[in-house]
């Protein structure tokens, strides 16, 4: 079946932000908590069982509506970011469900005060609701007392929210204007990036000179808007919580212990020079005597192929439908529920992201399809993550969404999937080798490039409780650019401004090295599955399957994999290395 190119409907959360279902929403909603509020007096430390799990059933209704009401706002928000009308409702969305979660947060400071033994006790009986509240207990040693948790969600709401807030907003209005063909085009940020790959080095160099200048004209405003996220962050998450460092913080909300993270962003420093070798040989096959840092993603054959969207969704489903077919079908419930939001549209928010509202619901996927081999790629990848959150719709509400590191299994598969189905329906080896490129830019982008942001991050979180400038942040960030890519690529000095273009910095603090670790683990599992054949299936949908009812560790300890080795973590780069090798063999 077809599928057109089209924006996403929210029907099966509501028609509108300001019709009576939404009214009824919020109505019901202050009812649920206002019943939970009375449950308070029966927490105790010998409550029953049953008792025990009366109150985690009415929170996770609680949770269930208040989750609805705020996926709306947010994917309104995403699909046109100028639209006052929903600008103003997603502040109030926000604010009203920092008030919910002040009206429930006794419970969870309740939970992670009780004692070791009767926690225990009342753990017994809760199953797949089990590790979830084992999670909530690690936050034990940095949760405050009820009145400062409530302030600090009340000031989050006109604070480092609305910051982000604005930050999206200013963003996402910015127009770039490149010289095509002798034509002026005004074009999106989406837009502007398909010219970052194309085989006219000049035009790949205006099309960065053009994105950094505008960027970099309002670098300073959107660093000090950093600078500012970045104090917030550690005087909540040093000075009041004691956490050992910033990215401690994320590292615990994924249940992945320091020294994990350490080790793997340790050994991606250790090869640069693998990604250095691979630019060589680009610049070698592209007749340059060195790349610059505007012909990292630079196609190695002089056309490069285009697919309609119908074209584009048959092959990532045809890919799904030759590994297992139940995956297939679940992509295309997205579609059949107009699910997916694939348009370029001025306004709507740039990137792409999958996001899941509740276990019973189809999740949406968000993209800008141009028809790009990476659009079908990221249109995988998205479809991906929602195969991923409907293979564990089976838990709860708290335990179907894997962790960062994990959640990116099934997306980074599902590419790797759609490059084999390209690869075999492929007969010039010129294209071929262009693939094998391709997938090895793709992995400096994922892997690498993801390594240095969160390196950067770390690096920059220091530097502004150190008292640095913007000016300061953004040559830290061009040395970082420098120390990665060595002698094989020249970095030109508008490139200091590409941290304020970043929003996972600033929306979600060291979410970046989720990237690396997921991808990493993906080229183990591919390795697998190409040895195992049908046999590995299993395991692999077992992983997907436990969403995020076990521990990381755990789920990878039970498919033979050590992440904390890390011979593990090098074993991700080899198989790098070995697409590295086999293009230098190719000449």
């Not at 907003?169 to 085009?185: H, S």
Request: hydrophobic share 40%.
């Amino acid at each position: 079946m077809s599928y057109p190119q089209s924006p996403w409907s929210l029907n099966d959360l509501f028609p509108s932000h300001d019709g009576p279902e939404m009214k009824a929403a919020f109505t019901e909603l202050d009812a649920l908590v206002s019943v939970f509020e009375t449950l308070r007096p029966a927490l105790s430390a010998g409550m029953p069982i049953e008792a025990f799990m009366d109150v985690i059933h009415k929170l996770e209704a609680i949770y269930r509506l208040a989750n609805s009401i705020e996926s709306y706002a947010n994917l309104a928000f995403a699909a046109n970011t100028q639209d006052q009308g929903i600008q103003t409702f997603l502040g109030n969305v926000e604010d009203r469900m920092a008030g919910v979660q002040n009206r429930v947060l006794f419970f969870s400071l309740w939970w992670k005060g009780l004692e070791d033994d009767a926690a225990e006790r009342l753990l017994a009986g809760t199953g797949d609701y089990r590790y979830w509240l084992e999670a909530e207990r690690n936050f034990r040693p940095h949760t405050l007392s009820e009145p400062e948790e409530k302030i600090i969600n009340i000031k989050d709401v006109s604070g480092v929210k609305a910051i982000r807030n604005l930050y999206s907003t200013i963003t996402n209005r910015y127009v770039f204007k490149l010289e095509v063909d002798g034509e002026v085009k005004e074009l999106t940020r989406g837009e502007l990036m398909v010219y970052v790959r194309q085989a006219d080095p000049d035009v790949r160099a205006a099309a960065y000179r053009e994105l950094y200048r505008v960027y970099g004209d309002d670098g300073h405003l959107l660093g000090q808007m950093y600078q500012a996220l970045v104090r917030d962050w550690r005087n909540e998450n040093i000075d009041l919580r004691h956490f050992a460092s910033p990215i401690s913080v994320r590292n615990l909300i994924n249940d992945i212990p320091d020294e994990v993270v350490n080790t793997l962003l340790d050994v991606a420093e250790k090869n640069t020079v693998l990604f250095q070798r691979f630019f060589q040989l680009k610049a070698k096959l592209l007749g340059l005597p060195k790349l610059r840092r505007y012909d990292v993603y630079a196609p190695v054959a002089s056309t490069e192929k285009r697919y309609d969207f119908i074209q584009g969704t048959e092959m990532v489903l045809d890919s799904f439908k030759g590994f297992y077919p139940p995956v297939a079908e679940m992509a295309e419930r997205v579609f059949a529920q107009d699910h997916l939001d694939s348009e370029v549209r001025k306004g709507k928010m740039g990137g792409a992201f999958c996001a899941t509202v509740a276990p019973d619901l189809t999740p949406w996927v968000h993209v800008n399809y141009q028809g790009r081999p990476d659009d079908v790629s990221t249109l995988a990848h998205e479809l991906g993550h929602a195969i991923h959150s409907m293979l564990a719709a089976g838990h709860t509400l708290f335990t179907q969404h894997a962790c960062l590191p994990l959640a990116e299994t099934a997306s980074t598969f599902g590419e790797m999937l759609l490059l084999d189905r390209l690869l075999e329906s492929e007969g010039d080896a010129s294209v071929r080798r262009s693939m094998l490129f391709h997938q090895v830019d793709d992995s400096y982008a994922t892997i690498m490039r993801q390594a240095q942001f969160a390196l950067f991050e770390r690096k920059a979180h220091q530097m502004v409780l150190d008292g640095a400038s913007v000016d300061e942040l953004a040559d830290a960030y061009l040395e970082n650019l420098h120390s990665q890519f060595g002698d094989a690529v020249e970095v030109s000095d508008e490139f200091r401004w590409e941290w304020v273009s970043i929003p996972h910095i600033y929306d979600v603090p060291f979410y970046v090295y989720a990237y690396a670790f997921g991808q990493l683990l993906v080229l183990s599992l591919y390795q697998q599955f190409k040895l195992e054949g049908e046999a590995f299936k299993p395991r692999y949908l077992k992983i997907l399957a436990a969403g995020g009812s076990q521990s990381p560790e755990t789920v990878l300890t039970e498919a033979g994999i050590d992440m904390r080795s890390a011979d593990f973590w090098q074993g991700g780069f080899d198989v790098i290395k070995r697409i590295v090798e086999q293009l230098e063999a190719l000449g």
